[in-house]
């Protein structure tokens, strides 16, 4: 990919990554895992048991898959407020991500963060950011702190069609190319930024373009096929990690919910919604190719069990954990060395 070219990786026929069975069947077992673990939350949020806002990544699960696949240990995560596909992408358990829906002790952020601002370092994954396109300066920040201390992680940013329009953004892509930063940005167009249409939104739909002016390559992607966004990440990734600089990549998805749990979504029809779930649905996508490589009903349906069970338990967990204590208000507010802040 040449510097500042720009191209649609699925004009045409779209390149798609080669999975052997396994490969195909932790696809489809991850992807199924986000899904029923979302279809869950929304469930407990009906029930009052997750407050706050709450955002749901139903539809757009092979982007996060496909990324995490094609991505390594070291390299580190940022995302916006609908995180927690992303978090269950990270490796983290289903049970400390719900707990932390729920606000409860046992959450990945002891129950203080919530839905929109979960965070484990640990895994690699620092947040979770409720503050549109906030994530893009502090992802291109990570991105700086691995160059500057000569490690070959890269960073990874997520971000949607709405945030594209944050002038933040703009000024991440002029540093992040002015310094050669291995930074991937992955622009999560699921096509309506809270009520609105992309096409309303900007002058100009193709988002993979937004660095041209930088001379930062772009590529658009079907977001909705988990081996196109393997292919597109690949790619990516070996360019960024080999020191070409940073790459936007644009996945074209689809939300099939709200933009958050208090949205009815009057600004688009059933039709539209249906239409997509029926024909390019990432979760079914992946299951007819599993059938067509001899997998037996049998077995997806053994697949199915296994995560509805562990979501079942992570329910349970969350909400057997206690409340934070008190205390857990002055927890991690400063770091003391010697009696003195650091």
Wanted: one cysteine or more; aromatic letters at 8%; charged letters at 25%.
């Amino acid at each position: 990919m040449a510097e500042g070219a720009n191209k649609k990786s699925n004009g045409g026929k779209p390149a798609l990554y080669k999975a052997g069975r396994d490969e195909l069947v932790n696809f489809y077992r991850e992807m199924l895992r986000i899904r029923r673990f979302e279809e869950k939350a929304g469930q407990m949020y009906g029930m009052g048991l997750i407050g706050g806002f709450c955002h749901l990544y139903i539809g757009q699960e092979a982007v996060v898959i496909g990324v995490a696949s094609a991505i390594e240990d070291q390299d580190t995560v940022i995302t916006g407020y609908r995180d927690h596909g992303h978090m269950l992408a990270a490796g983290i358990d289903p049970k400390a991500v719900m707990a932390e829906l729920m606000g409860r002790q046992g959450g990945v952020s002891a129950g203080k963060g919530g839905s929109m601002h979960m965070f484990s370092p640990s895994h690699g994954f620092y947040g979770g950011h409720g503050i549109v396109g906030a994530q893009v300066p502090l992802g291109t920040g990570l991105a700086f702190a691995a160059k500057y201390r000569g490690s070959d992680a890269i960073s990874v940013v997520y971000f949607g069609d709405g945030a594209a329009n944050q002038g933040q953004v703009f000024e991440s892509f002029n540093m992040a190319k002015l310094w050669e930063l291995p930074v991937l940005y992955i622009i999560e167009n699921n096509q309506y930024a809270m009520g609105t249409s992309v096409a309303r939104a900007t002058g100009a739909s193709d988002l993979f373009h937004r660095g041209r002016s930088f001379h930062i390559p772009g590529s658009e992607v079907n977001g909705m096929d988990v081996l196109a966004v393997r292919a597109a990440a690949d790619e990516a990734v070996t360019r960024v990690r080999g020191g070409e600089g940073p790459i936007i990549l644009e996945m074209k998805t689809y939300r099939y919910r709200g933009h958050s749990m208090s949205d009815p979504a009057k600004y688009r029809s059933k039709d539209e919604v249906q239409e997509i779930r029926a024909g390019r649905d990432p979760i079914d996508q992946a299951r007819q190719r599993l059938l067509d490589d001899g997998f037996d009903e049998a077995e997806i349906k053994e697949i199915d069990k296994e995560i509805k069970a562990q979501i079942a338990e992570a329910v349970d967990f969350a909400q057997e954990s206690p409340q934070p204590d008190p205390s857990e208000l002055f927890a991690d507010i400063l770091i003391e060395t010697d009696g003195e802040p650091a």
